[in-house]
T-cell receptor, first 110, second 110 residues
Framework: NAGVTQTPKFRILKIGQSMTLQCTQD?????MYWYRQDPGMGLKLIYY???????DKGEVPNGYNVSRSTTEDFPLRLELAAPSQTSVYFC?????????FGPGTRLLVL | GENVEQHPSTLSVQEGDSAVIKCTYS??????FPWYKQELGKRPQLIID?????GEKKDQRIAVTLNKTAKHFSLHITETQPEDSAVYFC?????????FGAGTTVTVRA
């Protein structure tokens, strides 16, 4: 199993640009999550999904959108990138309360 | 929602000494308390967890204690080694969403 994979690893965006962060898991987990981690801070929940077709907002959803058309994929969309969205983004999937994290995407918005 | 506070934010210990990190949570419904270790530039990885029906759990040099009445839980690392240097995060969950503490940077001095 590859576990949780994320692409890209690193991206520089200009203010106002849009992009999609990809997340895929091959463990057949129903629960998936998107977090952001700012320097020296903990993880903040952006969006989560309890299964295909079901998504819900987390603690910091503004400026982001998600979709969950399949069990495996949970992409995160930034429509109008802002400097405040500079962060490291982690995707995770969960089974039996244990969350498994992807390697992260480092995003820089200039 | 759940609020998790973590102390201290930084901790420096001599190799071979013990390290203790403490967390408090606000939601009495929380029943699952994992601890994650994050090395520089890497993803968070689960190192130990405890559920609300257990007061203490140990795995080799690491142990976690939980006091549900006081709503706090702690991570204990004994006989610290250089490879224990990392950022440690506590978290609390009442179902399927984790709320993270801000993290503790542990440095083990040789």
């Amino acid at each position: 199993n590859a576990g949780v994979t994320q692409t890209p690893k690193f991206r520089i965006l200009k203010i106002g640009q849009s992009m999609t962060l990809q997340c895929t898991q091959d463990m057949n987990h129903n629960y998936m999550y998107w977090y952001r981690q700012d320097p020296g801070m903990g993880l903040k929940l952006i969006y989560y999904s309890v299964g295909a077709g079901i998504t819900d907002k987390g603690e910091v959803p503004n400026g982001y959108n998600v979709s969950r058309s399949t069990t495996e994929d949970f992409p995160l969309r930034l429509e109008l990138a802002a400097p405040s969205q500079t962060s490291v983004y982690f995707c995770a999937s969960m089974t039996q309360e244990t969350q498994y994290f992807g390697p992260g995407t480092r995003l820089l918005v200039l | 929602g759940e609020n998790v506070e973590q102390h201290p934010s930084t901790l420096s210990v001599q190799e071979g000494d013990s390290a203790v990190i403490k967390c408090t949570y606000s939601d009495s419904a929380s029943n699952y308390f994992p601890w994650y270790k994050q090395e520089l530039g890497k993803r968070p990885q689960l190192i130990i967890d405890i559920r609300s029906n257990v007061g203490e759990k140990k795995d080799q040099r690491i142990a976690v204690t939980l006091n549900k009445t006081a709503k706090h839980f702690s991570l204990h690392i004994t006989e610290t080694q250089p490879e224990d240097s990392a950022v440690y995060f506590c978290a609390a969950s009442d179902d399927y969403k984790l709320s993270f503490g801000a993290g503790t940077t542990v440095t083990v001095r040789a």
